[in-house]
């Protein structure tokens, strides 16, 4: 059992910075894929990133892409997104998650419980 707590959101303006983390409890994290989702009221959840078990392989969202950095550090058991040039539309509740494979981070096998962004114009 992987237990995910996401923490770091905030409101920032246009333009600003947010580093989210998501800390892991469970010894097998470090074996886990590990990706973030978002979701804003009335719409579905959306694909943000995600890495692989060793940090090698990382994957974005085209909306993403050129302003959000994933990373992990498994000896703290914590994976990471480095959010840079937020836009309004990047407002939503931010997920991490955990896969036992990359190629099944669509359908990840553990949810955190979400942190708010807000970025106001």
């Known amino acids: 059992q992987v237990q995910l707590v996401e923490s770091g959101g905030g409101a920032v303006q246009a333009g600003g910075s947010l580093r989210l983390s998501c800390a892991a409890s469970?010894?097998?994290?470090?074996?886990?894929?590990m990706g973030w989702y978002r979701q804003v009221p009335g719409k579905e959840r959306e694909y943000v990133a995600s890495?692989?078990?060793?940090?090698?392989?990382?994957y974005y969202a085209n909306a993403v892409k050129g302003r959000f950095t994933i990373s992990r550090d498994n000896t703290k058991n914590t994976g990471y997104l480095q959010m840079n040039s937020l836009e309004p539309e990047d407002t939503a509740v931010y997920y991490c998650?955990?896969?036992?494979?990359?190629?099944?981070?669509?359908?990840?096998?553990?949810w955190g419980q979400g942190t708010q962004v807000t970025v106001s114009s």
């Open positions: 890495i692989s078990w060793s940090g090698a392989d990382t």
């Open positions: 998650a955990a896969a036992s494979h990359i190629a099944y981070m669509h359908r990840p096998d553990y």
């Open positions: 469970g010894r097998t994290f470090s074996n886990d894929a």
